[in-house]
């Protein structure tokens, strides 16, 4: 439910008593939940609660509360309870097969013992194979299988495991694909990003996930730096080192700006990179690519003549930029609102050159009241009496909710209602934004 949360221990111990089970439930699999509260969850009442609280509670209970749950009248809880006691006790073929219909959630993590773990190795399912695969307690033996598999893809989840060395790693046969997706970060090597010498090792993985992995790293020894740069793989060397890394080259960072605009994780990388190279940008002010022109407003030598200028151009891109400027003229902040790119006058509309009379009208009009909603230069009674309106809408919507499924959201309500606060109802939106 809110797998990998974070809250602090009030809210913890406030969910964890919750009148409703499925919310318990959903409390077990917090992080960092206290150790209390997971005991507690463990006694629960309800078997889906305590099967939920096993394996996250299991290192914390007591061997007579460990047997208890081992024991439950319930099966979903022994289920439950046995895969985790196999976690730390090798699992054979007579208990495996006791599992009967959850045998397959003892694949992924439960501890075989050899002989079963490399019979299910060449089982003839290959998703008993891939799940196997990625079972972190896996025999050797078995490993040394899965990494000759016919199977592409499992042979690929063999070769991102932590315990496979370099060397085994190098020789299982992969058909790799840069284009292909690839994980944001390996969690296993998430974990040693914090250590210099494991950083230095796993940059000349023969595998450009892990690679581009450690490319995630916030902070990197210069010389991990200076090797993923020169990268042969492109992602590694230019979109996740220049995305993630606080230490990634001005060359690099100015480089990848000519073709990426930051993932959704990384919004506006790398040109809002700490490091991106700002000096010297105005010589891209005549450039014929917009994507460059951009830059020249970055510069620290820039004016707002150019930006007067830039209001002008032709690319919807470069336009888009100067309705963010904070050099914006307040009678450009006007003109931009009767753009006909949609982004260009919602960014005008938001910006704080606008005049306040002018944001007020914006307010009127359902089209614009949204955009104008985030100028930062509303007057604070205004803002007052929204956040009022908003809490009041929404409860309007949770009782009428109760009996329309498919009634209006608090955001519907508030985009049409913000005229309301700013006075009788605007003229045409062409009218307004021309004012």
Do not use: K
């Not at 075989?112 to 060449?122: C, H, I, N, S, Y």
């Not at 050159?353 to 614009?368: I, K």
């Amino acid at each position: 439910m809110w797998a990998g949360a974070r809250l602090s221990a009030a809210h913890c111990e406030m969910l964890a008593a919750d009148a409703s089970p499925l919310v318990r439930a959903g409390v077990a699999g917090l992080r960092g939940l206290p150790v209390p509260l997971l005991r507690s969850l463990a006694s629960d009442p309800v078997p889906a609660v305590r099967g939920a609280a096993c394996d996250p509670a299991w290192p914390h209970l007591s061997p007579l509360l460990r047997e208890r749950l081992l024991t439950d009248p319930d099966e979903y809880v022994r289920t439950a309870a046995r895969l985790r006691y196999h976690q730390d006790h090798p699992l054979d073929g007579a208990g495996f097969e006791r599992l009967g219909g959850t045998a397959g959630g003892a694949l992924g993590t439960c501890r075989l013992v050899p002989p079963l773990a490399v019979r299910l190795a060449v089982h003839q399912d290959p998703a008993v194979r891939e799940r196997l695969a990625e079972n972190p307690r896996l025999d050797p033996a078995a490993i040394v299988v899965l990494a000759e598999d016919e199977d592409g893809q499992i042979r690929h989840v063999v070769a991102l495991r932590a315990d496979v060395t370099e060397e085994q790693r190098a020789a299982i046969p992969l058909a790799f694909d840069p284009s292909d997706g690839r994980p944001m970060v390996l969690p296993w090597v998430a974990d040693l990003h914090d250590d210099p010498m494991a950083m230095r090792r796993l940059a000349a993985s023969s595998h450009p996930h892990i690679r581009s992995s450690v490319a995630r790293a916030r902070h990197l020894p210069q010389d991990v730096v200076e090797r993923l740069a020169r990268d042969e793989d492109r992602v590694v060397r230019r979109l996740f080192l220049a995305e993630s890394c606080e230490d990634a080259p001005p060359d690099m960072l100015l480089e990848v700006w000519h073709w990426w605009d930051g993932s959704p994780g990384f919004p506006g990388r790398p040109r809002t990179h700490p490091d991106f190279p700002r000096a010297g940008l105005l010589r891209f002010a005549t450039d014929l690519n917009p994507r460059l022109r951009r830059l020249a407003l970055d510069d620290p030598q820039s004016t707002p003549e150019l930006v007067e200028e830039f209001s002008r151009d032709a690319a919807e891109e470069v336009r888009q930029d100067v309705a963010q400027d904070p050099r914006l003229a307040p009678s450009t902040a006007v003109r931009l609102l009767a753009d006909p790119d949609s982004s260009v006058w919602a960014f005008a509309a938001r910006n704080p050159a606008l005049p306040q009379d002018v944001v007020l009208r914006l307010l009127q009009d359902p089209e614009t009241a949204d955009a104008a909603a985030g100028n930062p230069a509303l007057p604070v009674p205004v803002m007052r009496r929204m956040v009022n309106l908003l809490e009041r809408t929404r409860r309007e919507c949770d009782r009428s909710c109760l009996n329309r499924p498919h009634a209006p959201t608090p955001h519907q309500h508030s985009s049409h209602g913000w005229q309301l606060l700013a006075g009788p109802p605007a003229e045409p939106r062409t009218r307004v934004r021309a004012a």
